[in-house]
């Protein structure tokens, strides 16, 4: 059973950044594509950053250039590099992986999800 367990959150104040790291456990890492998700308070978990095994990735809309999502096989590890926070980032980060190659922004295509790491940014 694959566990995924996040670390990085936090309390910072918006313009600065933060780096949400996802260790991998149990499993054969690089045999999944990986993602980040979001859920804010009130609002249903969204789709933020994936990455393919081969490292292509894609961002959402309302993160792109300010975030990236990058893997290292090896250490069987993602992370989330976030720049330029703003208070509509806080939320709920939760990393999950995916059986197969592929990255994809469906939330539904994701086997396996951690417990989440709190980000809030104060304006």
């Known amino acids: 059973q694959v566990q995924l367990v996040e670390s990085g959150g936090g309390l910072v104040q918006a313009g600065n950044s933060l780096r949400l790291s996802c260790a991998a456990s149990g499993g054969t890492f690089s045999s999944y594509a990986m993602g980040w998700f979001r859920q804010a308070p009130g609002k249903q978990r969204e789709f933020v950053a994936t990455?393919?095994?081969?490292?292509?990735?894609t961002h959402a809309d309302s993160v792109k250039g300010r975030f990236t999502i990058s893997r290292d096989n090896g250490k069987n590890m993602v992370w989330l590099q976030m720049n330029s926070l703003t208070p509509e980032d806080t939320a709920v980060y939760y990393c999950?992986?995916?059986?197969?190659?592929?990255?994809?922004?469906?939330?539904?295509?994701?086997?396996?999800w951690g417990q989440g790491t709190q980000v809030t940014v104060s304006s």
């Open positions: 990455i393919s095994i081969g490292g292509v990735a």
């Open positions: 999950a992986g995916k059986r197969g190659p592929l990255r994809s922004v469906s939330i539904n295509s994701y086997d396996f």
